[in-house]
Nanobody
Framework: QVTLLESGGGLVQAGGSLRLSCAASGGTFSNYAIAWYRQAPGKERTFVAAVSLSGFTTHYADSLKGRFTISRDNAQNTAYLQMNSLRSEDTAVYYC???????????????????WGQGTQVTVSS
């Protein structure tokens, strides 16, 4: 059983930056691809970014390329999402998800994952 715990959310002004963390416990972290999804109020959950088991391959939602960067540190059992040039439309609850053996690209198409975190709120004020 893997537990994912997101942190790093908060209130930030438009144009600012945040770094989210997804800390895993209870499993072999390097066996899991990690993705970040987000859900804005009244909207469906959407894909943000994913990283492969090794961290060498990443995949992003087209609209977020260049502003967001996903990474992972398998020694620390943690994945990260660096978010720069934040906009009001980035306001959402951000979730990390883990799937054993997946590729980064496949994480964008999956409907179900082995594990989800509880989410962290990001609010961008304009």
């Amino acid at each position: 059983q893997v537990t994912l715990l997101e942190s790093g959310g908060g209130l930030v002004q438009a144009g600012g930056s945040l770094r989210l963390s997804c800390a895993a416990s209870g499993g072999t972290f390097s066996n899991y691809a990690i993705a970040w999804y987000r859900q804005a109020p009244g909207k469906e959950r959407t894909f943000v970014a994913a990283v492969s088991l090794s961290g060498f391959t990443t995949h992003y939602a087209d609209s977020l390329k260049g502003r967001f960067t996903i990474s992972r540190d398998n020694a620390q059992n943690t994945a990260y999402l660096q978010m720069n040039s934040l906009r009001s439309e980035d306001t959402a609850v951000y979730y990390c998800a883990a799937q054993v053996g997946s590729t980064a690209e496949a994480m964008a198409r999956r409907q179900r994952f082995d594990y989800w975190g509880q989410g962290t709120q990001v609010t961008v004020s304009s």
